[in-house]
């Protein structure tokens, strides 16, 4: 899976370009969109369906397959070019079944249409159920949309598509805060595509602020996709574009996601506003929950702008608020990791006591079930610093290494960049200048490629990097230095955490 800003060595991206849920392609011509995918242009041997080109002789083919299946076989053919991206059973079972394809046999005809117009998939994840998937190609989904337009039914298979979508994103929320994460976060890409087609209000069937309160619950339903896995800014788009369109009041939650999405775009002053509107939010609904979030948002905010005492004292108050299972956002645990990060230059005592609360809070370290696994990232970021400033370097490198690691395993540029740059000035101070100069060079190509040119980092960053980058300019000359930022770059973080 696509962690956001670069590929794993053990994760492939699968995702599929495509248009609105079922969206029909036009088959008479015209402009060619992304929200809506058409023929083009009238060429003789090619035209392009949802991004893709597809020849006229494939599509010949696929109406040829279509003529020679029986009735359900054609009904479920039409029901499932709603599908943007892959499927399973269980899809197939709730967006398709209805009194003309009853629940009961709905998969026996599932079984007889695969060879004639479904490709079998394997992009299940680890630890799940190994059970069939599907992917229906680009030609036979055409003929399936045009016919399912002709017979009526597209409307309602949309709404039942975007229904579907909302149970799939509150699924992959609960994995999150039981302690699933990688779970969560794999199922949350794979399933990308038809959660992407959900999230987009325009394609709705009816109007667009019926729907829009769809799009924001998904978006906000996968906020740690969007925050914790490398896809801020995609998060940020979708959702502005949902609330832009929704009717009423958006609700607290929805607001401190797009706070927090602010923050971490760079922009903490646009994210006060809508915390302000979030608290006010808040209190009109009665959503106590969404107190505790806020509270930890606004101990984040102070976090990055270099205000350690406040945001300890912010994230002090987001433990008081919190539940003991939080069942939505940042954990217990995420709490701690931050009191420990603000205090850990300027009273370590208090930081390490912070990580020993941690340790012992059962329901900071464990979600219900399973380790949180981004808290405990940052955690061993402030482990590095605590382990520094007692002249155990060895330690510290390790500990800024395992955060470094597990920041790339999840997705988070922020905390690999911030990880990294730490790790530098471990390097420095070992005397392993070439190793810290790599870092710092990866780090930049790191940045540039997500964030841009108006992103500031986090004022903890800021100080390490400066005090990497003073020592580096003592320490070796302009080319030389530049040539190893260059190396740094080439090589890539995935390669270099995994040296000693």
Not at 242 to 270: D, I, K, M, V
Not at 294 to 304: E, F, I, K, M
């Amino acid at each position: 899976m696509r962690m956001g800003f670069e590929d794993p060595p053990e994760a492939a991206e699968r995702t599929f370009r495509g248009g609105p849920a079922g969206g029909e392609p036009t088959l008479r011509g015209g402009p060619v969109t992304e929200e809506r995918p058409s023929w083009g242009a009238p060429v003789a041997e090619e035209r392009l369906l949802w991004g893709e080109p597809v020849s006229a002789d494939q599509i010949a083919a696929a109406e040829r397959g279509y003529d020679r299946c029986g009735p359900a076989e054609r009904i479920l053919w039409e029901r499932l070019s709603v599908f943007e991206g892959t499927f399973g059973r269980d899809a197939v079972h709730e967006v398709c079944a209805s009194w003309t394809l009853p629940p009961r046999t709905v998969l026996a005809v599932l079984d007889r249409l695969v060879p004639l117009a479904l490709l079998p998939v394997d992009d299940l994840f680890a630890g799940e159920d190994d059970v069939p998937r599907y992917w229906m190609p680009h030609p036979m989904r055409a003929v399936g949309a045009r016919r399912l337009t002709e017979r009526g039914d597209r409307p309602d298979l949309v709404l039942r598509h975007r229904r579907w979508c909302v149970k799939l994103a509150r699924r992959a929320a609960d994995w999150w805060q039981s302690g699933r994460q990688l779970d969560a976060r794999d199922l949350a890409l794979r399933e990308l595509p038809d959660l992407a087609a959900a999230m987009d209000p325009t394609t709705a069937p009816h109007a667009r602020d019926d729907e829009a309160g769809t799009a924001v619950e998904i978006a906000v339903s996968l906020w740690f996709l969007w925050v914790v896995c490398g896809r801020v800014a995609e998060g940020r788009t979708r959702l502005r574009h949902a609330l832009a369109l929704l009717g009423g009041e958006p609700t607290a939650r929805a607001l401190w996601l797009a706070a927090f999405l602010e923050l971490e775009s760079g922009r903490p002053e646009e994210a006060d506003p809508l915390l302000v509107r979030a608290w006010a939010a808040a209190v009109r609904d009665g959503d106590g929950g969404a107190l505790g979030l806020l509270a930890h948002l606004r101990g984040s905010t102070a976090l990055y702008q270099g205000r350690t005492r406040a945001a300890a004292e912010e994230f002090r108050e987001a433990l008081a608020l919190m539940e003991e299972y939080p069942d939505f956002g940042p954990t217990r645990h995420a709490c701690w990791a931050g009191i420990a990060l603000a205090l850990c230059r300027t009273d370590p005592e208090a930081a390490q006591e912070a990580l020993d609360r941690a340790d012992l809070d059962r329901e900071s370290r464990w979600s219900r079930r399973g380790r949180d696994m981004h808290a405990e990232a940052w955690a061993y970021i402030a482990r590095a610093e605590l382990a520094a400033w007692d002249g155990d370097l060895e330690r510290a490198a390790e500990h800024a290494r395992r955060a470094l690691r597990e920041h790339l395993r999840m997705g988070s540029a922020a905390g690999a960049a911030g990880a990294a740059e730490l790790l530098a000035q471990v390097r420095v101070s070992a005397g392993r200048r070439d190793a810290a100069a790599h870092l710092l060079g990866a780090v930049d190509l790191l940045r540039t490629s997500v964030f841009d040119t108006s992103y500031r980092p986090a004022e903890f960053c800021v100080v390490t990097r400066a005090r990497s980058e003073r020592a580096l300019r003592l320490l070796l000359g302009g080319r030389e230095l530049r040539y190893a930022y260059e190396e740094g770059a080439r090589r890539g973080l995935f390669t270099l955490a995994g040296e000693a």
